[in-house]
RNA sequence: GGGCGCGUAGCUCAGUUGGUUAGAGCGCUUGCUUGACAUGCAAGAGGUCACAGAUUCGAGUUCUGUCGUGCCCA
């Protein structure tokens, strides 16, 4: 038997800290977040499954992995309570360029190493500390938000479980022919040496030139140009053309130019005319001017007219291509075709003029440029060739130069400048795989929530391109191909043994097991029989072998031999691929390698496909794409049938919070000073469906409490002066030992003070209903056992009144609200709806109510069943109301259930749907999700229930606006039906409880006083004595001012009603309602008249 | 350049299929140390729903355009 709580001595405020250090412990200790997929298997429970989008363990969380998490544990939550076996799979991803970024600054910064001082062993060791380092950090974190994964399942991308996963996917792709190896221009980093894809690198504009040169024309005929002039703003990369451009048919390119400016000079309005007006005139000059020679050049391209580069002495072909823009420049362009995208296509449809790679991998320039500009970097280059070519007469920096913003693409990793640069990759052929992503959407099998994120999702895998895997880095899945070295072969592959199976792209081979797959080309042609063959070293190889795991390469042959040993072995001559794969890679399998794919584990037939996939929106197609490709691929079956994409939280100034721009918020600085329920409330509360969450962002001084508003200028800044109390503190940036001495300020967000505030009041009305529970029993359960004391009369529900009708009534609506609203992903709703109801309705009015009947004593007949009929309606609403907030508010919700369960641990009202009065379960993690109770709603008791609050607000409005004293009592009538007064009459106790006002009389015939303060609500008026208080002027003023906008409103309807269209145009029921309303706002204004009159 | 959002009170945001006098929290003003809660209670001020057209008896809500703003893609 636990010691009973002393109730009396709560603190009076939530305490945060106290509730999160207890109620983790306590659910992990019961496994109640450890799902078991036996009954599952068995068929007695419905599962429902998720897998965490694993932050990287680059860093720490920030809010908006809170975001993500607390929506997904919300989720858990509640189908926990509903009593499905959940598996919330937790888990971080390696992040390959990111984190091996990070770590190879941090060390290049502290120790002055770089990667190839330690070496790949010594790097990827050194990335493994600092994995284990940010994965406990994470760890940490998400269960101070409270998340419930199953932390005994919890993976890494790059752990060896997930490692089976993608040796056995790459495996079956390259088995399949769907990975090969090709050229690409990439993104180069030249800082980290490695290949980065589109989406790690930013744009920035940049102050640059645009510099023009000639080329000589060789062998030009009479009248025919000299030179070609063409424009860069890379003029280094001339060293690497390889043809000049110019277009197919200027004459007809510049017709389309024009053309479509007149049109837009037709569409445009007035004032933006004239730019258009302008363009248009320099495009006649231009077709005068130089459309002639664009033709000359374009019939010399045609004849094989070859052009002298500069420098390099070289001849290159002059070529007609469409991507010479006749509008633009001097109409031609250079051609470099393995340093610029536009270009590398220009060298698609124009093979014979090659690509020259003139740049290294570290960006100085390769032997394949003129001895001059060897292994110099491309900035110094620049400057090389511009001064060359001047010497040379091709370039004349007085007039061909001009200042131009260029838009530069940076490295987010390095921050350095993108050289586009030729590399052989490896790709995944993406045809059919996107082809069957876009299949589970399109049909339904996949749905994206909300839906137009279809769109983004459809219409980037509808280009199909070609998924470049390879990353030329140390820190990932190393590419399981082995690939033949030329140079150290000395023997023959025969004894390797093999089978042939073709396959759609050239041809793979099975090996050994059948589980070692390879293709073989020699001179460009595919070898079918590899048994009976020679190498020769006079032939062109291509020859690459991926076995499916480690297993296969163990395999042995005849000979003893494993398939490794065969592999690797110096008379064969192959190694293995240096590369590592891209982190999507791994990523894309991470709804089925957690679940331990491709062991056909019970974990996976439970559980996978997963129920929901709870991300934002920016990985839609990096991630959820590729998840249901491989999911379809590999499984046959999409990895989740929903995807929900959440808002992203933005600082105050609307930009995205970054460690970076210093405007992240830590959520461990929340959780510290509002609590982890106060953090997760409000994040419910703002996640609405369209909108982005807008943050304003604080420093919290350290010193005295302020908070100070971060700007974008002290964001930046190591150390920040609070303007309060004048003593500084710092920041994350903080480096030097006199920043460092300063104790931190946190950075948080006043937007969860709502959270924090809602908490503490739901921790005051359990305070109250807890202390006000003594001599509390259960009320009658509906199969007659007994329970309560006063039965006798009948069933607990004959004696429930008006308020505790009402209160049922709308705690039912609420139930139905907040379920469908979980059921749709409107967490907003969800959140807004119990805010309001707990707030304004269970302690505003219901506990309020409950305060008079709770004070009489416990024995007297009448009185005391009413009070245990409040006891068992405030401790069932109270019960219905953690159930309700627990997913969103799990700290608090457990705390208050354990109290509850100490003084009333048998609760419910036979009325309620399913369930009479049960004992409370061990834990609100458990409890059964409320079920509405649809006989409970009464939209008449509401309705009458709605005059009551009416008429009090009315009185306390009056007494707010004489400003009569809170202590003073006062009198009022209600003039009103009999209804009405039938109803008001029982809720006497509540008008002095509430507004300390008496009403004196009630009814058709109340009288009003002789001063009096009237408020007319419709066919009821209010009328309250203020003989002792009166201030006609403050009086006057308030009704003149209600006159007004009465009279204001009556015009506006009689105007409405005044409308033939509108009378014989709306809806019988629209025009019948305007009519009441007019009716009630008359008889109101004559009220107001009077009472003016009066005064 | 293309796509997708957003523009409602000083700030951050709700506003379901068109139909009450457009709401909330914070901030502001006024009054409250009543036994759950000052992280609170009661009341008040504050809005040409970005702008211009169109549809309709009726538009914050639907359509078109413009302006501003953000994200994604090229």
Same mark, same amino acid.
């Given at each position: 038997?636990?010691?009973?709580?002393?109730?009396?001595?709560?603190?009076?405020?939530?305490?945060?800290?106290?509730?999160?250090?207890?109620?983790?412990?306590?659910?992990?200790?019961?496994?109640?977040?450890?799902?078991?997929?036996? *009954?599952?298997?068995?068929?007695?429970?419905?599962?429902?499954?998720?897998?965490?989008?694993?932050?990287?363990?680059? =860093?720490?969380?920030?809010?908006?992995?809170?975001?993500?998490?607390?929506?997904?544990? /919300?989720?858990?939550?509640?189908?926990?309570?509903?009593?499905?076996?959940?598996?919330?799979?937790?888990?971080?991803?390696?992040? =390959?360029?990111?984190?091996?970024?990070?770590?190879?600054?941090?060390?290049?910064?502290?120790?002055?190493?770089?990667?190839?001082?330690?070496?790949?062993?010594?790097?990827?060791?050194?990335?493994?500390?600092?994995?284990?380092?940010?994965?406990? $950090?994470?760890?940490?974190?998400?269960?101070?938000?409270?998340?419930?994964?199953?932390?005994?399942?919890?993976?890494?991308?790059?752990?060896?479980?997930?490692?089976?996963?993608?040796?056995?996917?790459?495996?079956?792709?390259?088995?399949?022919?769907?990975?090969?190896?090709?050229?690409?221009?990439?993104?180069?980093?030249?800082?980290?040496?490695?290949?980065?894809?589109?989406?790690?690198?930013?744009?920035?504009?940049?102050?640059?030139?645009?510099?023009?040169?000639?080329?000589?024309? /060789?062998?030009?005929?009479?009248?025919?140009?000299?030179?070609?002039?063409?424009?860069?703003?890379?003029?280094?990369?001339?060293?690497?053309?390889?043809?000049?451009?110019?277009?197919?048919?200027?004459?007809?390119?510049?017709?389309?130019?024009?053309?479509?400016?007149?049109?837009?000079?037709?569409?445009?309005?007035?004032?933006?005319?004239?730019?258009?007006?302008?363009?248009?005139?320099?495009?006649?000059?231009?077709?005068?001017?130089?459309?002639?020679?664009?033709?000359?050049?374009?019939?010399?391209?045609? $004849?094989?007219?070859?052009?002298?580069?500069?420098?390099?002495?070289?001849?290159?072909?002059?070529?007609?291509?469409?991507?010479?823009?006749?509008?633009?420049? #001097?109409?031609?362009?250079?051609?470099?075709?393995?340093?610029?995208?536009?270009?590398?296509?220009?060298?698609?449809?124009?093979?014979?003029?090659?690509?020259?790679?003139?740049? +290294?991998?570290?960006?100085?320039?390769?032997?394949?440029?003129?001895?001059?500009?060897?292994?110099?970097?491309?900035?110094?280059?620049?400057?090389?060739?511009?001064?060359?070519?001047?010497?040379?007469?091709?370039?004349?920096?007085?007039?061909?130069?001009?200042?131009?913003?260029?838009?530069?693409?940076?490295?987010?990793? #390095?921050?350095?400048?993108?050289?586009?640069?030729?590399?052989?990759?490896?790709?995944?052929?993406?045809?059919?795989?996107?082809?069957?992503?876009?299949?589970?959407?399109?049909?339904?099998?996949?749905?994206?929530?909300?839906?137009?994120?279809?769109?983004?999702?459809?219409?980037?895998?509808?280009?199909?391109?070609?998924?470049?895997?390879?990353?030329?880095?140390?820190?990932?899945?190393?590419?399981?191909?082995? !690939?033949?070295?030329?140079?150290?072969?000395?023997?023959?592959?025969?004894?390797?043994?093999?089978?042939?199976?073709?396959?759609?792209?050239?041809?793979?081979?099975?090996?050994?097991?059948?589980?070692?797959?390879?293709?073989?080309?020699?001179?460009?042609?595919?070898?079918?029989?590899?048994?009976?063959?020679?190498?020769?070293?006079?032939?062109?190889?291509?020859?690459?072998?991926?076995?499916?795991?480690?297993?296969?390469?163990?395999?042995?042959?005849?000979?003893?031999?494993?398939?490794?040993?065969?592999?690797?072995?110096?008379?064969? =001559?192959?190694?293995?691929?240096?590369?590592?794969?891209?982190?999507?890679?791994?990523?894309?399998?991470?709804?089925?390698?957690?679940? =331990?794919?491709?062991?056909?584990?019970?974990?996976?037939?439970?559980?996978?496909?997963?129920?929901?996939?709870?991300?934002?929106?920016?990985?839609?197609?990096?991630?959820?794409?590729?998840?249901?490709?491989?999911?379809?691929?590999?499984?046959?079956?999409?990895?989740?049938?929903?995807?929900?994409?959440?808002?992203?939280?933005?600082?105050?100034?609307?930009?995205?919070?970054?460690?970076?721009?210093?405007?992240?918020?830590?959520?461990?600085?929340?959780?510290?000073?509002?609590?982890?329920?106060?953090?997760?409330?409000?994040?419910?509360?703002?996640?609405?469906?369209?909108?982005?969450?807008?943050? @304003?962002?604080?420093?919290?001084?350290?010193?005295?409490?302020?908070?100070?508003?971060?700007?974008?200028?002290?964001?930046?800044?190591?150390?920040?002066?609070?303007?309060?109390?004048?003593?500084?503190?710092?920041?994350?940036?903080?480096?030097?030992?006199?920043?460092?001495?300063?104790?931190?300020?946190?950075?948080?967000? +006043?937007?969860?003070?709502?959270?924090?505030?809602?908490?503490?009041?739901?921790?005051?009305?359990?305070?109250?209903?807890?202390?006000?529970?003594?001599?509390?029993?259960?009320?009658? #359960?509906?199969?007659?056992?007994?329970?309560?004391?006063?039965?006798?009369?009948?069933?607990?529900?004959?004696?429930?009144?008006?308020?505790?009708?009402?209160?049922?009534?709308?705690? #039912?609506?609420?139930?139905?609200?907040?379920?469908?609203?979980?059921?749709?992903?409107?967490?907003?709703?969800?959140?807004?709806?119990?805010?309001?109801?707990?707030?304004?309705?269970?302690?505003?009015?219901?506990?309020?109510?409950?305060?008079?009947?709770?004070?009489?004593?416990?024995?007297?007949? !009448?009185?005391?069943?009413?009070?245990?009929?409040?006891?068992?309606?405030?401790?069932?609403?109270?019960?219905?109301?953690?159930?309700?907030?627990?997913?969103?508010? @799990?700290?608090?919700?457990?705390?208050?259930?354990?109290?509850?369960?100490?003084?009333?641990?048998?609760?419910?009202?036979?009325?309620?749907?399913?369930?009479?009065?049960?004992?409370?379960?061990?834990?609100?993690?458990?409890?059964?999700?409320?079920?509405?109770?649809?006989?409970?709603?009464?939209?008449?008791?509401?309705?009458?229930?709605?005059?009551?609050?009416?008429?009090?607000?009315?009185?306390?409005?009056?007494?707010?606006?004489?400003?009569?004293?809170?202590?003073? *009592?006062?009198?009022?009538?209600?003039?009103?039906?009999?209804?009405?007064?039938?109803?008001?009459?029982?809720?006497?106790?509540?008008?002095?409880?509430?507004?300390?006002?008496?009403?004196?009389?009630?009814? @058709?015939?109340?009288?009003?006083?002789?001063?009096?303060?009237?408020?007319?609500?419709?066919?009821?008026?209010?009328?309250?004595?203020?003989?002792?208080?009166?201030?006609? +002027?403050?009086?006057?003023?308030?009704?003149?001012?209600?006159?007004?906008?009465?009279?204001?409103?009556?015009?506006?309807?009689?105007?409405?009603?005044?409308? !033939?269209?509108?009378?014989?145009?709306?809806?019988?029921?629209?025009?019948?309602?305007?009519?009441?309303?007019?009716? +009630?706002?008359?008889?109101?204004?004559?009220?107001?008249?009077?009472?003016?009159?009066?005064?």
């Amino acid at each position: 038997m636990p010691t009973k709580t002393d109730l009396q001595s709560l603190p009076s405020a939530y305490d945060h800290h106290a509730a999160q250090a207890k109620w983790y412990a306590f659910w992990e200790e019961k496994q109640y977040f450890h799902a078991d997929p036996a *009954p599952v298997l068995a068929g007695k429970k419905k599962p429902y499954s998720v897998v965490i989008p694993p932050p990287n363990v680059t =860093g720490a969380l920030h809010l908006g992995h809170a975001l993500n998490n607390t929506l997904q544990d /919300i989720l858990c939550r509640r189908k926990r309570m509903q009593g499905y076996e959940v598996l919330w799979m937790p888990g971080t991803d390696h992040a =390959g360029i990111a984190t091996q970024a990070v770590v190879e600054r941090r060390i290049l910064a502290e120790e002055g190493k770089s990667r190839h001082d330690l070496g790949r062993e010594g790097l990827v060791d050194r990335i493994w500390q600092w994995k284990a380092q940010y994965e406990e $950090r994470i760890t940490g974190q998400l269960k101070q938000l409270g998340a419930s994964c199953d932390w005994a399942r919890q993976r890494f991308t790059l752990d060896d479980q997930c490692a089976r996963a993608v040796r056995e996917t790459f495996f079956k792709l390259f088995s399949d022919g769907k990975v090969y190896r090709g050229k690409r221009l990439v993104n180069w980093d030249t800082f980290l040496q490695t290949a980065v894809s589109d989406d790690e690198v930013f744009h920035e504009e940049t102050k640059g030139n645009f510099w023009s040169f000639h080329y000589p024309v /060789i062998d030009p005929q009479p009248g025919e140009p000299t030179h070609v002039t063409i424009a860069t703003t890379r003029p280094e990369t001339m060293l690497g053309d390889t043809a000049v451009a110019v277009h197919p048919d200027p004459a007809a390119q510049l017709d389309k130019v024009e053309a479509e400016l007149k049109e837009k000079l037709a569409a445009a309005p007035a004032k933006e005319k004239a730019p258009i007006e302008k363009q248009l005139e320099a495009l006649t000059e231009r077709r005068k001017t130089l459309l002639p020679k664009l033709i000359q050049l374009r019939d010399m391209a045609a $004849r094989g007219v070859m052009l002298t580069l500069p420098l390099c002495d070289r001849k290159i072909p002059l070529i007609a291509d469409e991507w010479a823009k006749p509008e633009l420049g #001097s109409g031609c362009v250079k051609i470099t075709p393995a340093h610029d995208p536009n270009d590398y296509d220009v060298y698609g449809r124009h093979p014979e003029i090659g690509a020259i790679n003139i740049m +290294e991998r570290d960006g100085t320039l390769t032997d394949s440029v003129p001895e001059p500009y060897r292994g110099l970097t491309m900035p110094q280059a620049r400057k090389a060739v511009l001064a060359d070519l001047e010497a040379a007469g091709c370039h004349d920096p007085e007039k061909d130069v001009e200042d131009r913003l260029i838009d530069l693409a940076h490295s987010d990793r #390095s921050k350095t400048p993108i050289e586009p640069y030729l590399a052989d990759q490896w790709f995944v052929k993406m045809d059919e795989l996107a082809q069957s992503a876009m299949d589970a959407v399109t049909d339904g099998k996949t749905k994206i929530i909300p839906e137009r994120y279809s769109k983004t999702y459809l219409d980037w895998l509808s280009e199909k391109r070609d998924w470049p895997v390879g990353r030329q880095l140390w820190w990932g899945h190393r590419i399981p191909v082995w !690939e033949f070295r030329k140079d150290a072969i000395t023997g023959s592959v025969r004894e390797m043994g093999s089978s042939t199976q073709p396959t759609r792209f050239k041809r793979a081979l099975q090996l050994g097991n059948g589980r070692v797959a390879g293709y073989a080309e020699v001179d460009g042609a595919a070898v079918s029989d590899i048994n009976d063959f020679e190498f020769n070293t006079r032939q062109s190889w291509n020859f690459k072998i991926c076995p499916a795991d480690d297993e296969s390469l163990q395999h042995e042959y005849s000979d003893g031999k494993s398939v490794q040993e065969a592999l690797e072995a110096d008379h064969c =001559g192959f190694s293995q691929d240096e590369e590592v794969l891209d982190t999507w890679f791994s990523s894309a399998l991470w709804p089925f390698s957690t679940m =331990g794919w491709p062991e056909q584990t019970d974990l996976l037939k439970a559980f996978y496909p997963t129920s929901t996939l709870v991300t934002s929106r920016d990985i839609i197609t990096l991630w959820v794409a590729r998840m249901v490709l491989m999911g379809k691929y590999l499984l046959d079956e999409v990895p989740f049938p929903e995807v929900y994409i959440h808002p992203k939280i933005l600082d105050g100034f609307g930009e995205t919070m970054s460690k970076s721009k210093g405007n992240g918020v830590d959520p461990l600085d929340v959780i510290e000073q509002f609590g982890a329920d106060a953090l997760r409330f409000g994040i419910a509360y703002l996640t609405t469906e369209t909108q982005d969450v807008r943050l @304003p962002v604080e420093f919290v001084c350290p010193n005295c409490d302020t908070n100070v508003p971060q700007t974008k200028k002290n964001r930046v800044q190591p150390r920040v002066e609070c303007p309060q109390c004048n003593e500084a503190f710092r920041t994350q940036w903080a480096e030097k030992p006199e920043d460092l001495a300063l104790p931190r300020g946190p950075v948080t967000s +006043e937007r969860f003070e709502l959270g924090r505030n809602f908490c503490n009041k739901l921790w005051n009305a359990s305070r109250f209903a807890l202390t006000n529970l003594e001599g509390y029993s259960p009320a009658a #359960s509906a199969d007659g056992s007994p329970g309560r004391g006063a039965t006798d009369t009948g069933g607990a529900t004959n004696d429930l009144r008006i308020e505790d009708r009402w209160l049922l009534s709308r705690l #039912s609506t609420v139930t139905a609200e907040v379920s469908s609203a979980l059921d749709e992903y409107r967490f907003a709703d969800a959140a807004r709806t119990l805010y309001d109801f707990a707030w304004n309705e269970f302690c505003s009015f219901y506990i309020e109510m409950t305060k008079t009947r709770l004070d009489s004593p416990n024995d007297g007949a !009448e009185e005391g069943a009413d009070k245990q009929v409040a006891q068992a309606v405030l401790a069932h609403a109270l019960d219905v109301l953690l159930r309700l907030l627990h997913p969103m508010t @799990p700290f608090l919700t457990e705390e208050v259930w354990h109290l509850l369960g100490e003084v009333a641990p048998v609760r419910g009202l036979p009325a309620a749907a399913g369930a009479g009065p049960l004992q409370a379960g061990e834990s609100v993690c458990v409890a059964p999700w409320p079920e509405s109770d649809a006989a409970a709603i009464d939209k008449t008791i509401e309705e009458q229930f709605a005059k009551f609050q009416a008429v009090l607000g009315a009185v306390r409005e009056v007494r707010q606006g004489q400003q009569i004293p809170p202590k003073e *009592p006062v009198e009022f009538t209600v003039k009103c039906d009999a209804t009405t007064a039938e109803l008001l009459r029982p809720m006497q106790p509540y008008f002095t409880q509430m507004a300390r006002a008496t009403a004196i009389e009630l009814g @058709p015939d109340a009288k009003t006083p002789n001063i009096a303060a009237s408020k007319p609500l419709g066919p009821i008026e209010v009328h309250v004595d203020v003989a002792a208080f009166i201030d006609v +002027e403050a009086e006057k003023a308030r009704l003149a001012k209600e006159q007004a906008n009465l009279a204001k409103y009556i015009g506006g309807v009689k105007g409405k009603l005044a409308n !033939e269209k509108f009378v014989s145009g709306a809806p019988a029921a629209v025009v019948e309602a305007e009519r009441t309303k007019l009716a +009630e706002a008359e008889s109101q204004l004559a009220a107001v008249k009077a009472a003016l009159a009066k005064l």
